[in-house]
Protein backbone atom coordinates (compact mmCIF):
# COMPACT_ATOMS: atom_id res chain seq x y z
CA UNK A 1 0.00 0.00 0.00
CA UNK A 2 1.05 3.57 -0.82
CA UNK A 3 2.12 5.87 1.80
CA UNK A 4 0.65 8.91 2.52
CA UNK A 5 2.73 11.70 1.34
CA UNK A 6 -0.01 14.60 1.25
CA UNK A 7 -3.11 15.41 3.15
CA UNK A 8 -5.97 17.93 2.28
CA UNK A 9 -7.63 19.41 5.81
CA UNK A 10 -10.97 20.79 5.25
CA UNK A 11 -11.66 22.43 8.55
CA UNK A 12 -14.70 23.74 10.66
CA UNK A 13 -16.01 24.61 13.54
CA UNK A 14 -16.72 21.27 14.77
CA UNK A 15 -16.46 18.46 11.78
CA UNK A 16 -13.48 18.39 9.89
CA UNK A 17 -13.17 16.38 6.68
CA UNK A 18 -9.25 14.73 5.40
CA UNK A 19 -8.55 13.82 2.18
CA UNK A 20 -4.74 11.85 1.95
CA UNK A 21 -3.13 10.97 -1.24
CA UNK A 22 0.29 9.55 -2.31
CA UNK A 23 3.26 11.41 -3.85
CA UNK A 24 1.46 10.80 -7.16
CA UNK A 25 -1.85 12.06 -6.25
CA UNK A 26 -3.66 8.69 -6.08
CA UNK A 27 -6.49 9.33 -3.26
CA UNK A 28 -6.02 6.99 -0.39
CA UNK A 29 -8.47 7.47 2.33
CA UNK A 30 -10.88 10.36 2.63
CA UNK A 31 -12.15 10.72 6.64
CA UNK A 32 -14.51 12.54 8.49
CA UNK A 33 -13.22 14.06 11.95
CA UNK A 34 -14.56 15.65 15.05
CA UNK A 35 -12.63 18.54 17.03
CA UNK A 36 -11.60 16.26 18.65
CA UNK A 37 -10.14 13.63 17.05
CA UNK A 38 -8.12 16.34 14.91
CA UNK A 39 -4.69 15.88 16.62
CA UNK A 40 -5.25 12.21 17.48
CA UNK A 41 -5.58 11.08 13.96
CA UNK A 42 -2.57 13.01 12.31
CA UNK A 43 -0.18 12.22 15.26
CA UNK A 44 -1.10 8.43 13.69
CA UNK A 45 0.25 9.28 10.66
CA UNK A 46 3.70 9.52 8.84
CA UNK A 47 5.26 12.76 8.94
CA UNK A 48 3.61 14.29 5.76
CA UNK A 49 2.68 17.37 4.18
CA UNK A 50 -0.73 18.75 5.42
CA UNK A 51 -2.88 21.38 3.36
CA UNK A 52 -5.51 23.69 4.43
CA UNK A 53 -7.35 26.90 3.53
CA UNK A 54 -6.53 30.09 4.89
CA UNK A 55 -9.35 31.09 6.88
CA UNK A 56 -10.05 31.48 10.70
CA UNK A 57 -8.13 28.90 12.73
CA UNK A 58 -6.20 27.69 10.23
CA UNK A 59 -2.79 29.12 11.75
CA UNK A 60 -3.88 27.36 15.19
CA UNK A 61 -4.16 23.92 13.65
CA UNK A 62 -0.85 24.81 11.35
CA UNK A 63 0.76 25.42 14.94
CA UNK A 64 -0.39 22.49 16.35
CA UNK A 65 -0.03 20.24 13.29
CA UNK A 66 3.93 21.52 13.10
CA UNK A 67 4.71 20.44 16.95
CA UNK A 68 3.71 16.79 15.38
CA UNK A 69 6.32 16.90 12.64
CA UNK A 70 3.94 17.55 10.14
CA UNK A 71 4.92 20.28 7.26
CA UNK A 72 1.53 22.45 6.93
CA UNK A 73 0.78 24.74 3.70
CA UNK A 74 -2.22 27.22 3.80
CA UNK A 75 -3.68 28.17 1.00
CA UNK A 76 -5.80 31.17 -0.29
CA UNK A 77 -9.13 30.08 -0.94
CA UNK A 78 -9.63 31.52 -3.86
CA UNK A 79 -6.94 29.60 -5.66
CA UNK A 80 -8.45 26.29 -4.08
CA UNK A 81 -12.04 27.34 -5.88
CA UNK A 82 -10.75 26.52 -9.51
CA UNK A 83 -10.12 22.63 -8.50
CA UNK A 84 -13.52 21.86 -6.59
CA UNK A 85 -15.24 19.26 -8.86
CA UNK A 86 -19.14 19.47 -9.21
CA UNK A 87 -21.53 19.62 -6.00
CA UNK A 88 -20.11 21.02 -3.09
CA UNK A 89 -19.59 19.24 0.41
CA UNK A 90 -16.60 18.46 2.87
CA UNK A 91 -15.18 15.64 0.99
CA UNK A 92 -14.98 18.18 -2.29
CA UNK A 93 -13.44 20.51 -0.74
CA UNK A 94 -10.87 18.19 1.08
CA UNK A 95 -10.10 16.95 -2.12
CA UNK A 96 -9.38 20.27 -3.99
CA UNK A 97 -7.31 21.71 -1.01
CA UNK A 98 -5.00 18.54 -1.70
CA UNK A 99 -4.90 18.89 -5.42
CA UNK A 100 -4.14 22.70 -5.38
CA UNK A 101 -1.29 21.72 -2.96
CA UNK A 102 0.41 19.94 -5.26
CA UNK A 103 0.85 22.15 -7.99
CA UNK A 104 4.42 23.46 -8.48
CA UNK A 105 3.51 26.97 -8.84
CA UNK A 106 1.11 27.13 -6.11
CA UNK A 107 1.51 30.36 -4.05
CA UNK A 108 1.25 29.95 0.14
CA UNK A 109 0.54 31.78 3.33
CA UNK A 110 3.15 31.85 6.22
CA UNK A 111 1.91 30.54 9.02
CA UNK A 112 1.95 33.07 12.15
CA UNK A 113 2.87 32.68 15.66
CA UNK A 114 0.30 33.41 18.82
CA UNK A 115 3.09 36.40 19.35
CA UNK A 116 2.09 37.83 15.35
CA UNK A 117 -1.36 37.45 15.79
CA UNK A 118 -1.58 38.98 18.89
CA UNK A 119 0.29 42.01 17.98
CA UNK A 120 -2.40 42.54 15.36
CA UNK A 121 -5.07 42.45 17.82
CA UNK A 122 -4.56 46.28 18.80
CA UNK A 123 -5.55 46.99 15.12
CA UNK A 124 -8.38 44.90 14.73
CA UNK A 125 -9.84 47.00 17.75
CA UNK A 126 -8.87 50.06 17.22
CA UNK A 127 -10.83 49.71 13.71
CA UNK A 128 -13.54 47.92 15.84
CA UNK A 129 -14.40 51.06 18.01
CA UNK A 130 -13.19 53.70 15.39
CA UNK A 131 -16.57 52.09 13.18
CA UNK A 132 -18.52 52.12 16.08
CA UNK A 133 -17.46 55.74 16.93
CA UNK A 134 -18.54 56.67 13.33
CA UNK A 135 -21.79 54.60 13.31
CA UNK A 136 -22.77 56.55 16.58
CA UNK A 137 -21.86 59.94 15.25
CA UNK A 138 -24.20 59.30 12.45
CA UNK A 139 -26.79 58.01 14.10
CA UNK A 140 -26.66 61.09 16.46
CA UNK A 141 -26.99 63.46 13.70
CA UNK A 142 -29.56 61.39 12.27
CA UNK A 143 -31.85 61.21 15.09
CA UNK A 144 -31.40 65.78 15.62
CA UNK A 145 -32.30 65.90 11.89
CA UNK A 146 -35.64 65.07 13.04
CA UNK A 147 -35.81 67.94 14.67
CA UNK A 148 -34.59 70.03 12.72
CA UNK A 149 -30.66 70.31 13.78
CA UNK A 150 -28.14 69.77 11.24
CA UNK A 151 -25.06 69.44 12.43
CA UNK A 152 -22.15 71.29 10.47
CA UNK A 153 -19.66 68.46 9.14
CA UNK A 154 -16.37 66.78 11.75
CA UNK A 155 -16.89 64.94 14.58
CA UNK A 156 -16.32 68.25 17.10
CA UNK A 157 -19.63 69.65 16.44
CA UNK A 158 -20.77 66.26 17.63
CA UNK A 159 -19.08 66.14 20.86
CA UNK A 160 -20.47 69.67 21.29
CA UNK A 161 -23.96 67.86 21.70
CA UNK A 162 -23.94 67.62 25.99
CA UNK A 163 -23.62 71.89 26.08
CA UNK A 164 -26.68 72.17 23.38
CA UNK A 165 -28.65 69.39 25.38
CA UNK A 166 -28.29 71.73 28.24
CA UNK A 167 -28.74 75.16 26.75
CA UNK A 168 -32.45 76.26 25.74
CA UNK A 169 -32.16 74.73 22.37
CA UNK A 170 -32.25 71.80 24.36
CA UNK A 171 -35.11 72.65 26.02
CA UNK A 172 -37.05 72.34 22.69
CA UNK A 173 -36.39 68.67 22.49
CA UNK A 174 -38.69 66.23 24.10
CA UNK A 175 -37.99 64.85 27.45
CA UNK A 176 -37.61 61.09 26.06
CA UNK A 177 -35.19 62.10 22.82
CA UNK A 178 -33.06 64.52 25.57
CA UNK A 179 -32.36 61.59 28.09
CA UNK A 180 -30.86 59.23 25.00
CA UNK A 181 -29.10 61.57 23.32
CA UNK A 182 -27.26 62.02 26.73
CA UNK A 183 -26.87 57.79 26.32
CA UNK A 184 -25.50 58.36 23.10
CA UNK A 185 -23.04 61.02 24.25
CA UNK A 186 -21.52 58.68 26.98
CA UNK A 187 -20.65 56.22 24.76
CA UNK A 188 -19.04 58.77 22.16
CA UNK A 189 -17.15 59.88 24.73
CA UNK A 190 -16.58 56.47 26.20
CA UNK A 191 -14.98 55.19 22.77
CA UNK A 192 -12.76 58.56 22.13
CA UNK A 193 -11.05 57.92 25.00
CA UNK A 194 -10.46 54.07 24.27
CA UNK A 195 -9.72 55.33 20.77
CA UNK A 196 -7.32 57.65 22.44
CA UNK A 197 -5.61 54.77 24.80
CA UNK A 198 -5.36 52.12 21.56
CA UNK A 199 -3.40 54.96 20.13
CA UNK A 200 -1.04 55.57 22.52
CA UNK A 201 -0.52 51.99 23.05
CA UNK A 202 0.76 51.97 19.33
CA UNK A 203 2.88 55.10 19.79
CA UNK A 204 4.79 53.36 22.62
CA UNK A 205 5.11 50.33 20.42
CA UNK A 206 6.54 52.07 17.49
CA UNK A 207 9.07 54.01 19.60
CA UNK A 208 10.53 50.91 21.19
CA UNK A 209 10.94 48.62 17.86
CA UNK A 210 13.63 49.16 15.45
CA UNK A 211 12.08 48.14 12.36
CA UNK A 212 8.79 50.28 13.23
CA UNK A 213 11.45 53.46 14.01
CA UNK A 214 13.17 52.89 10.29
CA UNK A 215 9.80 52.54 8.49
CA UNK A 216 8.73 55.74 10.11
CA UNK A 217 11.40 57.47 8.17
CA UNK A 218 9.37 56.98 5.22
CA UNK A 219 7.26 60.11 4.32
CA UNK A 220 3.88 59.50 4.80
CA UNK A 221 4.55 56.61 7.40
CA UNK A 222 3.70 57.57 10.91
CA UNK A 223 3.65 55.05 14.39
CA UNK A 224 0.12 53.42 12.94
CA UNK A 225 1.20 52.61 9.70
CA UNK A 226 4.36 51.14 10.69
CA UNK A 227 3.24 49.07 13.66
CA UNK A 228 0.33 47.17 11.58
CA UNK A 229 2.87 46.53 8.85
CA UNK A 230 5.36 45.15 11.47
CA UNK A 231 2.43 43.38 12.65
CA UNK A 232 -0.32 41.94 9.97
CA UNK A 233 2.13 41.85 7.35
CA UNK A 234 4.32 38.61 6.70
CA UNK A 235 7.59 38.32 6.74
CA UNK A 236 9.47 40.37 4.07
CA UNK A 237 11.27 37.41 2.58
CA UNK A 238 8.06 35.89 1.18
CA UNK A 239 8.27 38.15 -1.22
CA UNK A 240 10.82 38.28 -4.22
CA UNK A 241 10.27 42.07 -4.99
CA UNK A 242 8.75 45.46 -3.70
CA UNK A 243 5.86 44.82 -6.50
CA UNK A 244 4.87 41.55 -5.21
CA UNK A 245 4.56 43.39 -1.73
CA UNK A 246 2.13 45.50 -2.83
CA UNK A 247 0.02 42.98 -4.97
CA UNK A 248 -0.02 41.05 -1.86
CA UNK A 249 -1.89 44.28 -0.50
CA UNK A 250 -3.74 44.52 -3.70
CA UNK A 251 -2.70 47.88 -4.96
CA UNK A 252 -1.58 46.88 -8.34
CA UNK A 253 -3.81 47.38 -11.49
CA UNK A 254 -6.67 44.51 -12.32
CA UNK A 255 -5.28 43.82 -15.73
CA UNK A 256 -7.96 42.35 -18.75
CA UNK A 257 -5.07 41.67 -21.00
CA UNK A 258 -5.78 39.58 -23.90
CA UNK A 259 -4.35 38.88 -27.43
CA UNK A 260 -1.35 41.12 -26.63
CA UNK A 261 -3.41 44.36 -25.97
CA UNK A 262 -3.29 45.01 -22.27
CA UNK A 263 -5.62 46.32 -20.73
CA UNK A 264 -5.65 47.79 -16.74
CA UNK A 265 -8.31 48.97 -14.71
CA UNK A 266 -8.63 49.67 -10.94
CA UNK A 267 -6.84 48.07 -8.24
CA UNK A 268 -7.20 44.97 -7.24
CA UNK A 269 -8.30 45.35 -3.98
CA UNK A 270 -6.77 41.80 -2.49
CA UNK A 271 -4.88 41.25 0.24
CA UNK A 272 -5.09 42.70 3.49
CA UNK A 273 -7.92 45.81 3.77
CA UNK A 274 -6.61 47.03 6.85
CA UNK A 275 -2.83 47.63 5.63
CA UNK A 276 -4.45 48.87 2.11
CA UNK A 277 -6.57 51.68 3.99
CA UNK A 278 -3.56 52.24 6.10
CA UNK A 279 -1.29 53.54 2.88
CA UNK A 280 -3.79 54.80 1.18
CA UNK A 281 -4.49 57.43 4.16
CA UNK A 282 -0.16 57.65 4.58
CA UNK A 283 -0.36 58.76 0.70
CA UNK A 284 -3.30 60.70 0.88
CA UNK A 285 -1.52 63.03 3.38
CA UNK A 286 1.94 63.81 1.70
CA UNK A 287 -0.44 64.31 -1.97
CA UNK A 288 -2.32 66.83 0.32
CA UNK A 289 0.50 68.54 2.05
CA UNK A 290 2.04 68.60 -1.63
CA UNK A 291 -0.66 70.12 -3.60
CA UNK A 292 -0.76 73.11 -1.00
CA UNK A 293 2.83 73.48 -0.48
CA UNK A 294 4.16 72.25 -3.68
CA UNK A 295 6.02 69.37 -4.40
CA UNK A 296 10.06 69.32 -4.74
CA UNK A 297 10.57 70.53 -8.29
CA UNK A 298 11.34 67.47 -10.94
CA UNK A 299 10.33 64.79 -8.36
CA UNK A 300 8.38 62.21 -9.48
CA UNK A 301 5.32 63.27 -7.53
CA UNK A 302 5.00 66.75 -8.69
CA UNK A 303 4.82 65.36 -12.64
CA UNK A 304 2.49 62.90 -11.51
CA UNK A 305 0.49 65.97 -10.00
CA UNK A 306 0.70 68.19 -13.06
CA UNK A 307 -0.89 65.51 -15.48
CA UNK A 308 -3.29 63.27 -13.38
CA UNK A 309 -6.24 62.95 -10.93
CA UNK A 310 -5.41 64.16 -7.12
CA UNK A 311 -7.19 60.38 -6.34
CA UNK A 312 -5.16 58.38 -8.77
CA UNK A 313 -1.57 60.15 -7.63
CA UNK A 314 -2.83 58.99 -3.80
CA UNK A 315 -3.06 55.05 -5.03
CA UNK A 316 -0.35 55.47 -7.42
CA UNK A 317 1.65 56.92 -3.74
CA UNK A 318 0.80 53.83 -2.01
CA UNK A 319 1.93 51.51 -4.43
CA UNK A 320 5.25 53.36 -4.28
CA UNK A 321 5.70 53.47 -0.36
CA UNK A 322 4.08 49.66 -0.33
CA UNK A 323 7.57 48.89 -2.34
CA UNK A 324 9.27 51.40 -0.33
CA UNK A 325 8.68 49.37 2.68
CA UNK A 326 9.11 45.83 1.74
CA UNK A 327 12.86 47.69 0.53
CA UNK A 328 13.47 48.38 3.84
CA UNK A 329 12.74 45.53 5.77
CA UNK A 330 14.71 43.50 3.74
CA UNK A 331 17.63 45.88 3.68
CA UNK A 332 17.31 47.14 6.91
CA UNK A 333 18.36 50.63 6.41
CA UNK A 334 17.05 54.01 6.36
CA UNK A 335 14.80 55.34 3.60
CA UNK A 336 16.93 58.13 1.30
CA UNK A 337 15.05 60.42 -0.60
CA UNK A 338 15.91 59.81 -4.19
CA UNK A 339 17.64 62.44 -6.47
CA UNK A 340 15.74 65.00 -8.13
CA UNK A 341 15.69 64.68 -11.28
CA UNK A 342 17.62 67.90 -13.13
CA UNK A 343 15.63 70.07 -15.92
Known sequence: MSEVSIIGLDIAKNVFQAHG????????????????????????????????????????????????????????????????KRQKNDAVDAEAICEAAQRPNMRFVAVKSEEHQASGLVFRTRDLLVKQRTQLMNAIRGHLTEYGWVAPKGPSWVRMLADLLEDKMGESLPKAARSMLRVMHEMLTFLDARVDELDKEIGRRAREDEVCRRLMTIPGVGPIIATAVAALAPVAETFRRGRDFAAWLGLTP??????????????????????????VNGSSAVVLHAAKRG???????????????????????????????WALLVSKQDYRAPGVAVA
Open 254 to 279: LQHSTGGKTKRGRITKMGDRTLRRLM
Open 21 to 84: ADARGKALFSRRLTRGKVLEFFAAQPACTIAMEACGGAHHWARELQRQGHEVRLIPPSYVKPFL
Open 295 to 325: APAGSWLEGMLARKPRMLVTVALANKMARVV
